[in-house]
């Protein structure tokens, strides 16, 4: 495949309207074509498994383990469900018609959509990318990957090895810096799907209102985890165990559907709290069992977070800061000021905010209070309250006693809603976003209903559109043999 540094020799123009062409030539539409291009993905994958473990340190500092849980692992397992079923979805739907237009066939014909274009996010450099891109090969089209210029060795690593595993025409790579990506969206695309930030995504949008191109964006927001009184010391601690594993076990919370903050009873707080210091020293036993911050400025970010005093008077548990090794210890605050920044902006790091409420059911108010979230985590065994969650809550996903684990289901759309973005992908929703849903509609020349057309001279072309609205084919056909005004 051909990779692009910075800019393309032949330019960024020339590179759009060669993916045109081979789009164009039809053969991305050919069914083989997409099934050897999702099998060229798991052959990368599993192929050079140690080197994406390499680039992940490199990048993220994550461990081999965490590297292969979320990207290496849950990928495979993504595309290998994608090609079981790719012959299924590509099959045309078949559709009703009236009676009135006998004899008739309509269908539902899935199609590609023709150059679409992609930008990931660093903190899941690999499967942010690849997820994304099987859905698109899958659905037929060209693509470019625009991955992140802040994980610089997964770029590499997609710009080297990419080439060796799919079609070099029908795919590209473009690495290089926001002016690149800025460039890009100069050019008319098919589709665009950007995951990132909403500063971000609104310059995306903007660009894309030139050419009117549909894009889909994946944003972040603040994830709350509303915890219940749990009267099980077992049920406490496999919910603590999930806690971690969806705040500071994930790219060390820097991960848009990781939990945010904390929503517990007064009463439970205290416990809760000493179960998460215990768990979380068994968990973390030294520096490589949890990922380092990204970048210097995404460190001094979250740093300074913490500098507001009475946000730092809340810390019950971490804070120590290592600006050398940009690690942040895992952090607990209790009832920070909610006006304060750790409270009113996505934290996409290792600090975990506990507010305190009444009654758990208040924790329902206080979300929706606030923007609609990416995902809700709430952890209980009351039908009652998981009842009220769902249907007085607006979020991308509701989790009921476990964190993050609904990202890796094939079966269930991922994405956001409101301001945590538009859009849903994963298994066939990654297939239908990169799909258009054509509509198609056989008549035969057999019968001919003249009231269809005007003259508009009496109400009796009236009353037989009346039958033919209503499904009344009794009455029309009386009404044609003129049995009945």
């Known amino acids: 495949m051909e990779t692009v540094q910075e800019k393309p020799a032949l330019g960024l123009g020339s590179l759009v309207s060669s993916l045109r062409v081979v789009y164009k030539s039809g053969r991305t539409k050919e069914l083989a074509w997409r099934q050897s291009q999702l099998k060229g993905l798991i052959r990368l994958l599993t192929e050079k498994e140690e080197e994406i473990f390499d680039v992940l340190r490199d990048d993220l500092g994550k461990h081999r383990t965490e590297s ?20 299924k979805w590509a099959v045309p739907e078949k559709a009703p018609t009236p009676l009135v237009s006998f004899p008739a066939t309509a269908l539902v014909l899935p199609e590609p959509l023709g150059v679409v274009l992609i930008f990931s996010c660093w903190n899941f450099p690999l499967v942010l990318a690849l997820e994304p891109l099987s859905g698109a090969l899958a659905a037929g089209n060209a693509v470019v990957v625009k991955p992140s210029e802040l994980a610089p060795s997964s770029a590499a690593f997609l710009a080297a090895n990419i080439p060796r595993y799919l079609d070099a025409e029908a795919v ?71 806690i971690i594993g969806g705040k500071w076990s994930t790219c060390a919370g820097q991960a848009c559907i990781a939990i945010d903050y904390i929503l517990v009873e007064e009463q439970f707080a205290p416990i809760l709290i000493e179960l998460l210091k215990s768990t979380l020293e068994r ?5 490589e069992d949890m990922a380092r911050i990204v970048n210097e400025r995404q460190f001094n970010r979250l740093s300074g977070l913490l500098e507001d005093h009475k946000v730092s008077c809340s810390i ?34 290792p600090l975990l905010p506990i507010i305190t409420v009444k009654k758990i059911e208040d924790s329902i108010e206080f979300v929706n209070s606030r923007p609609k979230p990416l995902a809700i985590y709430a952890f209980t065994t009351s039908e009652a309250l998981k009842q009220q969650i769902i249907k007085e809550t607006s979020s991308g996903s509701v989790t009921f006693n476990d964190a993050i684990v609904q990202y890796g289901l094939e079966s269930i759309p991922f994405g956001g809603v409101g301001q945590s973005g538009f859009g849903q992908y994963h298994g ?32 009796s072309k009236l009353g037989l559109l009346r039958h033919v609205f209503r499904y009344d084919y009794v009455s029309l056909v009386l009404a044609l043999l003129g049995l009945r005004r």
């Open 428 to 459: 066939k929703y990654s297939f239908e976003m990169f799909s258009h849903k054509k509509a198609v509609f056989r008549r035969s020349f057999l019968v001919e209903f003249m009231f269809r057309y005007p003259p508009w001279n009496d109400e």
């Open 283 to 287: 968990f973390f036993t030294k520096p």
């Open 316 to 349: 019950v548990h971490g804070g120590d800061l290592d600006p050398k090794t940009l690690s942040i210890e895992p952090t607990i605050l209790l009832n920070p000021p909610l006006d304060s920044d750790v409270m009113t902006e996505e934290i996409f790091g």
């Open 172 to 242: 590209k790579v473009v690495p290089g810096a926001p002016e690149v990506g800025q460039e890009l969206m100069e050019h008319r695309w098919d589709k665009v799907l950007f995951t990132g930030g909403a500063r971000v995504g609104r310059i995306i949008m903007t660009k894309a209102a030139k050419h009117l191109t549909p894009v889909a964006l994946e944003l972040g927001s603040k994830c709350p985890c509303i915890v219940d009184w749990l009267d099980s010391r077992r049920d406490s601690q496999v919910a603590v165990n999930r």
């Open 68 to 87: 292969f849980r979320d990207e290496v692992g849950v990928l495979v397992k993504s595309i290998k469900y994608t090609l079981q079923n790719l012959e």
